[in-house]
């Protein structure tokens, strides 16, 4: 039974920092497609970053340079450390899980290859 369950999210200003954290249970997630997606109310989810099982890593346009996408394999943890926030950063964030694939691939930021999804962590920037 796998699940992944996100932690980390709140309120914070503009310019601050914070990191999400996806605690998962059930399956090794260092040995697949990763990804780190944001949802506002009547968008699709949005890709933010995705790590392979070779730790190499994707990140969408509006947060390269701000954003790290990395695990801890020892405690199976995805983290997400979010720097320099924008108020458009604010968005309910999910971690999700290919366990299909190892490979994340230029497709990474498509939201239906990810089998396997956490409840949401919200994040607020103002």
């Known amino acids: 039974h796998v699940q992944l369950v996100e932690s980390g999210g709140g309120s914070v200003q503009v310019g601050g920092s914070l990191r999400l954290s996806c605690v998962a249970s059930g399956d090794t997630i260092s040995r697949y497609c990763m990804g780190w997606f944001r949802q506002i109310p009547d968008k699709e989810r949005e890709g933010v970053a995705g790590i392979e099982s070779d730790g190499s890593t994707s990140y969408a346009n509006s947060v390269k340079g701000r954003f790290t996408i990395s695990q801890d394999s020892a405690k199976n943890i995805l983290y997400l450390q979010m720097r320099s926030l924008r108020p458009e950063d604010t968005a309910m964030y999910f971690c999700?899980?290919?366990?299909?694939?190892?490979?994340?691939?230029?497709?990474?930021?498509?939201?239906?290859?990810?089998?396997?999804w956490g409840q949401g962590t919200q994040v607020t920037v103002s």
């Open positions: 999700a899980a290919d366990f299909g694939r190892s490979r994340c691939g230029d497709l990474w930021w498509q939201a239906a290859r990810y089998g396997f």
